[in-house]
């Protein structure tokens, strides 16, 4: 039985103060989880005093990012090791807010601030890499946007990402990667995957670590939904076989809906 992880992404919001507020509100309501696993994952600049609030609750911390690299001029990057020295478990890499050409706004998008920062499959199988390295648990994000959904490319996609993210990691690293299975469309827009082709697709991705590496390791890797994952929809997307768990954005900003998705996962 794999443990279900439930994971909140905050992206760019929250102060130290107001993080330091959510983190006390999780910490009473679910410091003690153990039939779950509870991550939140702050802005860089709130990891180290959420870290050391969350000291001694079951509750995990994850970084958004990191960079390959362990030390020299980089600047504005972050190393593995300055991860595990704010006290962070686990690192998000690959997210489809981080993927994407350089500097180009996907046709996909009114918002022209989504996927500009570059991010490609290599870069997210050097940072897999860089993180296993350091001791941190990568929660590697893959998923299709809504043109290749249209396009009907959807499996060979999340396929090929999962495949590249995994390049030349080692069958006992590769156990410990967490992926994310969040289709582009769904996030952050409330339009929800249905639960049976999340299933499928969280499917797909698990058939691809069983090609690399066999169904043992296939059956061990956890794999995630994600994308407008809220109280009311978390029930039914996790009881699904191939969802281990949720990486939440918008709602696991609000302690009372995390909760809600944390106690849907037990
Ligand atoms: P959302 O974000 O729950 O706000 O859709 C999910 C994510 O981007 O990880």
């Not at 909140?8 to 330091?20: D, S, Y």
């Not at 500097?103 to 997210?124: H, I, K, N, Q």
């Not at 959807?154 to 030349?168: F, K, N, P, W």
């Not at 794999?223 to 076989?241: R, V």
Request: glycine content about 12%.
């Amino acid at each position: 039985m794999r443990k279900k992880i439930i994971a909140g992404n905050w992206k760019m919001n929250k102060t130290i103060p107001e993080a330091i507020a959510l983190v006390k509100e999780l910490k009473a309501l679910a410091g003690g989880e153990t039939a779950v696993d509870v991550v939140v994952v702050p802005p860089f600049t709130a990891l180290y005093p959420v870290a050391q609030e969350l000291k001694g609750t079951s509750i995990g911390v994850g970084a958004q990012n990191l960079f390959w690299k362990a030390s020299g001029a980089y600047t504005s990057q972050i190393a593995p090791g300055f991860l595990v020295d704010a006290g962070a478990q686990y690192v998000l890499i690959g997210h489809s807010e981080t993927r994407g050409r350089f500097g180009v706004a996907e046709p996909d998008f009114d918002d022209d601030v989504l996927r500009l920062f570059g991010e490609s499959d290599s870069t997210v199988n050097r940072k897999a890499k860089a993180a296993l390295a350091a001791g941190l648990i990568p929660i590697v994000c893959i998923g299709e946007t809504l043109a290749e959904r249209k396009a009907g490319t959807t499996d060979a996609v999340v396929s090929g990402q999962t495949e590249r993210a995994l390049a030349g990691i080692p069958a006992a690293d590769a156990a410990k990667i967490i992926f994310a299975y969040e289709p582009v469309w769904a996030i952050g827009t409330g339009e929800v995957c249905g639960a049976d082709e999340a299933d499928r697709v969280c499917g797909v991705v698990r058939a691809s670590v069983a090609k690399l590496f066999g169904a043992g390791t296939a059956e061990a890797v956890r794999i995630q939904y994600g994308g407008s994952m809220k109280p009311d929809n978390a029930k039914e997307l996790l009881s699904k076989p191939n969802i281990d768990g949720g990486l939440i954005g918008g709602a696991s900003l609000k302690a009372k809906d995390f909760v809600a998705i944390i106690a849907a996962g037990r």
